[in-house]
């Protein structure tokens, strides 16, 4: 059962903008803390790019020979996101299959890399990787084990949000922030707007934007002018579960280079490009068949399986591109802006990262908040177990007091 103590409750009201995985962790940082939350989002929960991405756990494999650190992250949050929630996670494992004679030649600088980076990736027979996984490409070179899984792009977050609610904390999805004001160059109230147009005015202690793709927009409310650019990438699925591992291909990151088992799907992502909006971003028919053909050389056959749906999300990327290349240039880390520099105290935004991040983005964001609030409380998030996702959907679906099935 999820009861930790919050032993101290402190005044401060924190308000949350953005119901993503971000946000949720957020929330939860912050109310284990003993702060006041208030989390609004404008559409349902999840709606953005939590809801749309790929679904694989990270172990920093992918990122260990461009950023020993972003992967030694990776694997340290697997490793506590496997403990406290694991009814969202499958740990599947993954294999980094090599098809090309420079995909053999990558494999031992991507083992020493991973290595370095606390990842305990081993080289194994390609027969091995094909007794694991038949689907794999029988030309493959060489096969790389690495400690990957999988993650419904749902429960994890919701998690997060329903231990938020066990503490307290307010969440209100399909209300937008529409407006921030200030006093003395201080954020001080949102204008926020409801179901059917409603409007309310809250103060807050502290605003922190957790809204991904769409940092720029709200930022500008507050008249900030803030370095992300929406980075979309498409993703493809076709039904039944061509592979219990996740298969990504021994090499540098790039497109269509990874295959994920969801449920009864398989999906391989993914591209990318870039977008003015994040809004109604949708793959197209290049892009379909470019993936499609990629997922064949990694698994052949799998263009060959029933389609079941393409769609699109967009990376917060945190820093502006002007072209593809400069976009794919941009660090996978995260950032958390404090905009008092900026001439907007009292406000902070959380960009870029991952979704297997989102404890660690979450812990770094509490930190920066708790300490401008002269509160010394400590992260505690790594500690316990959370409650089941289903919580979260009794909180929202819950009859108001003294209503019955009669
Ligand atoms: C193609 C693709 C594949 C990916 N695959 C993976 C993967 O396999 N593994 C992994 O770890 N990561 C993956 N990622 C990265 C991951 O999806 C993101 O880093 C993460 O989901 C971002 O979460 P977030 O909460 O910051 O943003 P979001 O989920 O986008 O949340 C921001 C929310 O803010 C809300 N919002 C915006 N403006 C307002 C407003 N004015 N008022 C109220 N609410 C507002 C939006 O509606 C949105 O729901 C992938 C990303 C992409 C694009």
């Known amino acids: 059962m999820f009861s930790p103590s919050v032993e101290r409750r402190h005044g401060a009201r924190v308000c949350i903008i953005g119901g993503g995985g971000s946000g949720?962790?957020?929330?939860?940082?912050?109310?284990?803390?003993?702060?006041?939350?208030?989390?609004?989002?404008?559409?349902?929960?999840?709606?953005?790019?939590?809801?749309?991405?790929?679904?694989?756990?990270?172990?920093?494999?992918?990122?260990?020979?461009?950023?020993?650190?972003?992967?030694?992250?990776?694997?340290?949050?697997?490793?506590?996101?496997?403990?406290?929630?694991?009814?969202?996670?499958?740990?599947?494992?993954?294999?980094?299959?090599?098809?090309?004679?420079?995909?053999?030649?990558?494999?031992?600088?991507?083992?020493?890399?991973?290595?370095?980076?606390?990842?305990?990736?081993?080289?194994?027979?390609?027969?091995?990787?094909?007794?694991?996984?038949?689907?794999?490409?029988?030309?493959?070179?060489?096969?790389?084990?690495?400690?990957?899984g999988s993650f419904d792009a749902y429960r994890l977050p919701a998690s997060f949000m329903a231990a938020a609610v066990a503490l307290g904390a307010e969440l209100r999805s399909f209300t937008e922030l529409v407006a921030i004001e200030r006093e003395g160059g201080r954020a001080k109230s949102a204008l926020l707007r409801g179901p059917g147009g409603t409007e309310e005015r809250v103060q807050f202690d502290y605003l922190i934007s957790a809204t991904g793709a769409w940092a720029g927009r709200v930022g500008a409310l507050a008249g900030l002018d803030i370095a992300i650019t929406p980075a979309p990438g498409a993703m493809v699925a076709v039904r039944g579960r061509l592979s219990d591992m996740v298969l990504s291909r021994l090499a540098p990151p790039g497109d269509g280079d990874i295959l994920v088992p969801q449920r009864g799907l398989t999906i391989i992502g993914s591209t990318q490009s870039r977008a003015e909006s994040p809004e109604a971003i949708m793959p197209g028919k290049a892009e379909i068949d470019f993936l499609l053909k990629r997922a064949d050389e990694l698994a052949p056959g799998f263009s060959s399986a029933p389609f079941h749906a393409a769609w699109a999300a967009a990376r917060p990327l945190a820093g502006k591109a002007h072209s593809d290349e400069e976009g794919r240039a941009i660090s996978r880390d995260f950032a958390v802006l404090e905009h008092a520099a900026q001439g907007v105290e009292g406000m902070a935004t959380l960009i870029g990262g991952k979704a297997t991040a989102l404890r660690i983005m979450a812990e770094k964001t509490a930190n920066v908040v708790c300490a401008r609030l002269g509160i010394a409380e400590p992260c505690r998030t790594a500690d316990y177990t959370l409650p089941s996702w289903r919580e979260l959907d009794r909180y929202l679906h819950s009859e108001p007091e003294g209503v019955g099935l009669s």
Request: aromatic share 8%; hydrophobic share 40%.
């Open 24 to 148: 949720a962790a957020l929330a939860y940082d912050l109310s284990l803390r003993g702060l006041s939350v208030l989390l609004v989002e404008k559409g349902e929960f999840t709606s953005g790019t939590t809801g749309r991405h790929h679904g694989q756990l990270h172990s920093g494999a992918r990122y260990a020979v461009g950023d020993r650190a972003i992967a030694r992250e990776c694997m340290e949050e697997t490793l506590i996101l496997r403990r406290i929630v694991p009814q969202a996670i499958e740990y599947n494992g993954g294999v980094f299959v090599a098809i090309g004679d420079d995909e053999a030649d990558y494999a031992p600088r991507f083992i020493s890399a991973c290595l370095e980076a606390g990842i305990p990736a081993r080289e194994v027979s390609v027969g091995q990787a094909r007794a694991w996984e038949p689907v794999i490409n029988p030309e493959a070179k060489r096969c790389v084990w690495v400690p990957d």
